[in-house]
Protein backbone atom coordinates (compact mmCIF):
# COMPACT_ATOMS: atom_id res chain seq x y z
CA UNK A 1 0.00 0.00 0.00
CA UNK A 2 1.31 3.45 -0.75
CA UNK A 3 1.82 5.76 1.80
CA UNK A 4 0.42 8.85 0.88
CA UNK A 5 3.16 11.94 -0.02
CA UNK A 6 4.03 14.48 2.50
CA UNK A 7 3.60 17.87 1.37
CA UNK A 8 6.56 20.37 2.57
CA UNK A 9 4.80 22.81 4.98
CA UNK A 10 4.43 26.29 4.14
CA UNK A 11 6.01 29.02 5.52
CA UNK A 12 3.78 31.54 7.16
CA UNK A 13 3.45 35.22 5.79
CA UNK A 14 5.71 36.83 8.69
CA UNK A 15 8.79 33.62 7.99
CA UNK A 16 11.84 34.66 6.23
CA UNK A 17 12.12 32.53 3.09
CA UNK A 18 15.06 29.44 3.35
CA UNK A 19 17.56 28.34 1.11
CA UNK A 20 18.87 25.33 0.64
CA UNK A 21 22.33 26.33 0.12
CA UNK A 22 24.58 29.27 0.70
CA UNK A 23 25.52 29.68 -2.91
CA UNK A 24 21.59 30.55 -3.90
CA UNK A 25 21.18 33.96 -2.50
CA UNK A 26 24.59 34.98 -4.11
CA UNK A 27 23.00 34.23 -7.15
CA UNK A 28 20.02 35.57 -7.05
CA UNK A 29 21.86 38.97 -5.75
CA UNK A 30 24.81 38.80 -7.81
CA UNK A 31 22.63 40.89 -11.16
CA UNK A 32 22.29 44.12 -8.70
CA UNK A 33 25.75 44.05 -7.21
CA UNK A 34 27.36 43.94 -10.97
CA UNK A 35 25.25 46.48 -11.67
CA UNK A 36 26.11 48.49 -8.36
CA UNK A 37 30.17 47.50 -8.67
CA UNK A 38 29.85 48.95 -12.16
CA UNK A 39 27.76 52.39 -11.78
CA UNK A 40 28.43 53.33 -7.89
CA UNK A 41 31.33 51.47 -6.57
CA UNK A 42 33.68 51.68 -8.84
CA UNK A 43 33.08 55.14 -10.26
CA UNK A 44 33.29 56.24 -6.12
CA UNK A 45 36.53 54.44 -5.76
CA UNK A 46 38.09 55.98 -8.75
CA UNK A 47 36.98 59.41 -8.22
CA UNK A 48 38.86 59.11 -4.21
CA UNK A 49 41.97 57.94 -6.31
CA UNK A 50 41.68 61.17 -8.40
CA UNK A 51 41.65 63.24 -5.49
CA UNK A 52 44.90 62.42 -4.55
CA UNK A 53 46.14 63.21 -8.12
CA UNK A 54 46.62 66.34 -10.51
CA UNK A 55 45.86 65.22 -13.79
CA UNK A 56 46.20 66.99 -17.27
CA UNK A 57 43.40 65.53 -19.75
CA UNK A 58 44.63 66.84 -22.71
CA UNK A 59 48.09 65.11 -22.07
CA UNK A 60 46.74 62.26 -19.77
CA UNK A 61 49.37 62.56 -17.12
CA UNK A 62 48.66 62.21 -13.43
CA UNK A 63 51.03 63.54 -10.67
CA UNK A 64 50.27 61.95 -6.98
CA UNK A 65 49.89 65.20 -4.99
CA UNK A 66 48.02 63.29 -1.71
CA UNK A 67 46.32 65.33 -0.06
CA UNK A 68 47.14 69.26 -1.78
CA UNK A 69 43.91 69.49 -3.07
CA UNK A 70 42.15 69.34 -0.14
CA UNK A 71 44.50 71.40 1.52
CA UNK A 72 44.08 74.04 -1.64
CA UNK A 73 39.91 73.80 -1.47
CA UNK A 74 40.02 74.57 2.41
CA UNK A 75 42.21 77.61 1.36
CA UNK A 76 40.67 78.86 -1.05
CA UNK A 77 38.47 81.90 -0.57
CA UNK A 78 35.98 81.13 -3.58
CA UNK A 79 35.42 77.62 -2.25
CA UNK A 80 34.57 79.24 1.28
CA UNK A 81 32.22 81.54 -0.39
CA UNK A 82 30.57 78.93 -2.43
CA UNK A 83 30.34 76.86 0.91
CA UNK A 84 28.71 79.56 2.65
CA UNK A 85 26.46 80.43 -0.22
CA UNK A 86 25.18 76.50 -0.15
CA UNK A 87 24.28 76.98 3.43
CA UNK A 88 22.41 79.83 3.08
CA UNK A 89 20.44 78.35 0.18
CA UNK A 90 20.27 74.95 1.73
CA UNK A 91 18.83 76.95 4.86
CA UNK A 92 15.93 79.11 3.31
CA UNK A 93 15.03 75.94 0.77
CA UNK A 94 14.87 73.73 3.77
CA UNK A 95 12.95 76.02 6.17
CA UNK A 96 10.65 78.10 4.16
CA UNK A 97 10.13 74.78 1.48
CA UNK A 98 8.67 72.82 4.65
CA UNK A 99 7.03 75.72 6.41
CA UNK A 100 5.03 76.38 3.16
CA UNK A 101 4.69 72.91 2.47
CA UNK A 102 3.02 72.35 5.65
CA UNK A 103 0.69 75.35 5.46
CA UNK A 104 -0.84 74.29 1.58
CA UNK A 105 -1.19 70.81 2.73
CA UNK A 106 -3.11 71.85 5.86
CA UNK A 107 -5.61 74.02 3.82
CA UNK A 108 -5.68 70.94 1.20
CA UNK A 109 -6.63 68.82 3.89
CA UNK A 110 -9.95 70.83 5.12
CA UNK A 111 -12.99 69.62 3.84
CA UNK A 112 -14.16 71.82 0.98
CA UNK A 113 -15.73 71.76 -2.47
CA UNK A 114 -12.83 71.14 -5.43
CA UNK A 115 -10.50 69.80 -2.60
CA UNK A 116 -9.28 67.18 -4.78
CA UNK A 117 -8.58 69.75 -7.85
CA UNK A 118 -6.67 72.22 -5.53
CA UNK A 119 -4.39 69.07 -4.21
CA UNK A 120 -3.25 68.03 -7.76
CA UNK A 121 -2.38 71.61 -9.12
CA UNK A 122 -0.43 71.50 -5.86
CA UNK A 123 1.34 68.32 -6.53
CA UNK A 124 1.21 69.41 -10.26
CA UNK A 125 5.35 71.03 -10.18
CA UNK A 126 6.82 67.89 -8.46
CA UNK A 127 5.96 66.11 -11.93
CA UNK A 128 8.37 68.91 -14.16
CA UNK A 129 11.56 68.07 -14.12
CA UNK A 130 14.55 70.12 -12.69
CA UNK A 131 15.13 71.28 -16.39
CA UNK A 132 11.99 72.20 -17.59
CA UNK A 133 11.15 74.27 -14.25
CA UNK A 134 13.97 75.91 -14.74
CA UNK A 135 13.34 77.13 -17.99
CA UNK A 136 9.51 78.27 -16.98
CA UNK A 137 11.42 80.55 -14.21
CA UNK A 138 13.82 81.82 -16.79
CA UNK A 139 10.68 82.89 -19.22
CA UNK A 140 9.02 84.21 -16.44
CA UNK A 141 11.85 86.64 -15.21
CA UNK A 142 13.44 87.08 -17.84
CA UNK A 143 14.38 90.85 -17.97
CA UNK A 144 13.34 91.77 -21.39
CA UNK A 145 10.89 89.72 -22.43
CA UNK A 146 9.75 87.90 -18.95
CA UNK A 147 5.78 88.00 -17.77
CA UNK A 148 6.55 89.41 -14.12
CA UNK A 149 9.10 91.79 -15.35
CA UNK A 150 6.07 93.57 -18.22
CA UNK A 151 3.66 93.42 -14.85
CA UNK A 152 5.99 95.32 -12.82
CA UNK A 153 6.38 97.31 -15.44
CA UNK A 154 2.93 98.09 -16.25
CA UNK A 155 1.97 98.46 -12.44
CA UNK A 156 5.10 100.32 -10.83
CA UNK A 157 7.46 101.28 -13.92
CA UNK A 158 10.26 99.21 -12.43
CA UNK A 159 12.00 96.28 -14.54
CA UNK A 160 14.48 94.74 -12.02
CA UNK A 161 17.70 92.85 -13.29
CA UNK A 162 16.67 89.86 -11.79
CA UNK A 163 19.19 87.41 -13.54
CA UNK A 164 22.13 90.05 -13.53
CA UNK A 165 21.69 91.51 -9.67
CA UNK A 166 23.95 89.12 -7.26
CA UNK A 167 21.27 89.74 -4.46
CA UNK A 168 17.67 89.55 -6.88
CA UNK A 169 19.51 86.27 -9.13
CA UNK A 170 20.61 84.07 -5.11
CA UNK A 171 16.88 85.19 -4.56
CA UNK A 172 15.12 83.56 -7.74
CA UNK A 173 17.41 80.72 -7.94
CA UNK A 174 16.42 80.31 -3.77
CA UNK A 175 12.75 80.65 -4.57
CA UNK A 176 12.75 78.46 -7.78
CA UNK A 177 14.07 75.65 -5.63
CA UNK A 178 11.39 76.44 -2.87
CA UNK A 179 8.97 76.31 -5.29
CA UNK A 180 10.19 72.89 -6.89
CA UNK A 181 10.58 71.01 -4.17
CA UNK A 182 6.78 71.91 -2.73
CA UNK A 183 5.06 69.25 -4.03
CA UNK A 184 7.27 66.73 -3.10
CA UNK A 185 7.14 67.88 0.76
CA UNK A 186 3.16 68.64 0.48
CA UNK A 187 2.68 64.61 -1.01
CA UNK A 188 4.09 63.31 2.56
CA UNK A 189 2.43 65.96 4.76
CA UNK A 190 -0.70 65.81 3.23
CA UNK A 191 -0.98 61.87 3.57
CA UNK A 192 0.28 62.21 7.11
CA UNK A 193 -2.90 64.99 7.81
CA UNK A 194 -5.04 62.71 6.60
CA UNK A 195 -3.91 59.89 8.75
CA UNK A 196 -4.22 61.48 12.06
CA UNK A 197 -6.46 60.62 14.75
CA UNK A 198 -9.41 62.10 14.26
CA UNK A 199 -10.52 61.67 18.15
CA UNK A 200 -7.30 63.35 19.59
CA UNK A 201 -7.81 66.61 16.92
CA UNK A 202 -11.84 65.98 18.22
CA UNK A 203 -10.70 65.75 22.42
CA UNK A 204 -8.61 69.55 21.83
CA UNK A 205 -11.56 71.28 20.51
CA UNK A 206 -14.18 70.10 22.37
CA UNK A 207 -11.37 71.40 25.41
CA UNK A 208 -11.88 74.68 23.80
CA UNK A 209 -8.05 74.96 22.01
CA UNK A 210 -8.14 77.32 19.38
CA UNK A 211 -7.36 75.96 15.60
CA UNK A 212 -3.96 77.26 15.76
CA UNK A 213 -3.44 75.85 19.19
CA UNK A 214 -4.86 72.34 17.64
CA UNK A 215 -2.37 72.90 14.78
CA UNK A 216 0.78 73.48 16.90
CA UNK A 217 0.20 71.63 19.82
CA UNK A 218 -1.47 68.72 18.74
CA UNK A 219 -0.97 68.15 15.20
CA UNK A 220 2.58 69.27 14.65
CA UNK A 221 4.10 66.71 17.39
CA UNK A 222 2.46 63.91 15.59
CA UNK A 223 3.75 65.03 12.47
CA UNK A 224 7.64 65.38 13.47
CA UNK A 225 8.37 61.94 12.25
CA UNK A 226 7.84 62.79 8.93
CA UNK A 227 9.14 66.68 9.24
CA UNK A 228 12.36 64.82 10.48
CA UNK A 229 12.29 62.67 7.34
CA UNK A 230 11.64 66.03 4.89
CA UNK A 231 14.33 67.96 6.62
CA UNK A 232 17.24 65.50 5.70
CA UNK A 233 15.71 64.92 2.23
CA UNK A 234 15.36 68.23 1.54
CA UNK A 235 19.15 69.14 2.68
CA UNK A 236 19.99 66.03 0.05
CA UNK A 237 18.09 68.13 -2.73
CA UNK A 238 19.31 71.43 -1.71
CA UNK A 239 22.77 69.97 -2.07
CA UNK A 240 22.09 68.27 -5.46
CA UNK A 241 19.27 69.00 -7.01
CA UNK A 242 20.27 72.49 -7.94
CA UNK A 243 22.26 72.03 -10.46
CA UNK A 244 19.97 72.16 -13.00
CA UNK A 245 18.28 75.09 -11.97
CA UNK A 246 21.30 77.19 -11.88
CA UNK A 247 22.77 76.11 -14.97
CA UNK A 248 19.48 77.46 -16.58
CA UNK A 249 18.69 80.31 -14.49
CA UNK A 250 21.88 82.09 -13.95
CA UNK A 251 24.51 79.81 -14.71
CA UNK A 252 26.61 80.23 -11.60
CA UNK A 253 26.57 83.97 -11.60
CA UNK A 254 26.19 86.92 -11.44
CA UNK A 255 30.43 86.96 -10.06
CA UNK A 256 30.19 88.82 -6.94
CA UNK A 257 33.28 88.88 -4.63
CA UNK A 258 35.39 85.39 -5.05
CA UNK A 259 33.04 83.30 -6.83
CA UNK A 260 29.49 83.85 -8.92
CA UNK A 261 26.54 84.24 -6.55
CA UNK A 262 24.53 81.53 -7.68
CA UNK A 263 27.23 79.02 -7.63
CA UNK A 264 26.78 76.78 -5.24
CA UNK A 265 28.94 73.44 -4.21
CA UNK A 266 27.44 70.52 -6.71
CA UNK A 267 27.89 73.65 -9.64
CA UNK A 268 31.52 74.61 -8.36
CA UNK A 269 32.03 70.46 -8.79
CA UNK A 270 30.98 70.71 -12.32
CA UNK A 271 33.30 73.86 -13.72
CA UNK A 272 36.09 72.36 -12.48
CA UNK A 273 35.38 68.88 -13.27
CA UNK A 274 33.80 69.66 -16.75
CA UNK A 275 34.59 72.79 -17.95
CA UNK A 276 38.37 73.84 -16.10
CA UNK A 277 38.84 70.30 -16.44
CA UNK A 278 40.62 70.63 -12.87
CA UNK A 279 39.63 66.69 -12.21
CA UNK A 280 41.83 66.73 -9.23
CA UNK A 281 40.15 69.57 -7.75
CA UNK A 282 36.72 68.01 -8.73
CA UNK A 283 37.27 64.64 -7.35
CA UNK A 284 38.42 66.26 -3.71
CA UNK A 285 35.19 68.09 -4.09
CA UNK A 286 32.97 65.05 -4.64
CA UNK A 287 35.05 63.48 -1.67
CA UNK A 288 34.20 66.13 0.18
CA UNK A 289 30.65 66.38 -0.61
CA UNK A 290 30.40 62.62 0.06
CA UNK A 291 31.65 62.58 3.73
CA UNK A 292 29.09 65.77 4.02
CA UNK A 293 25.98 63.01 2.58
CA UNK A 294 27.28 60.27 5.16
CA UNK A 295 27.60 62.80 7.97
CA UNK A 296 23.91 64.20 7.17
CA UNK A 297 22.41 60.39 6.84
CA UNK A 298 24.58 59.29 10.20
CA UNK A 299 22.75 62.71 11.89
CA UNK A 300 19.50 61.42 10.62
CA UNK A 301 19.97 58.36 12.22
CA UNK A 302 21.83 59.17 15.34
CA UNK A 303 18.57 61.48 16.04
CA UNK A 304 15.63 59.51 14.43
CA UNK A 305 15.09 57.83 17.37
CA UNK A 306 15.37 60.57 20.49
CA UNK A 307 14.20 63.58 18.88
CA UNK A 308 10.98 62.60 17.13
CA UNK A 309 8.16 61.71 18.86
CA UNK A 310 6.21 58.95 17.37
CA UNK A 311 2.72 58.58 18.55
CA UNK A 312 1.10 55.34 18.80
Known sequence: MLSPARSR????AGESAVFRGRALPWVFLLPSLLILAVFIYLPALQTLRLAAYRANVILGTEQFVGLANFAELLSSPAYRQVALQTLVFTVLTVTFGLLLSLGLAWLA???????????????????LSPAIAGTLWLFLFNPEIGVVNALLGELFGVRPRWLDTPVLA??????AAIWKGLAYNIVF????IQNLPGDVMEAA?????TPAQVFWRVAFPLLSPITFFLVFTNIIAALFDSFALTDILTRGGPYTGNAGATTFLVYQLYQDGFVNFKTGAAAAQAALMLALVAFVTWMQFRLGERRVHYGS
Do not use: K
Open 9 to 12: PTPD
Open 109 to 127: SRPVRGASTYRLLLIYPYA
Open 189 to 192: YLAS
Open 205 to 209: EIDGA
Open 170 to 175: FGLVTL
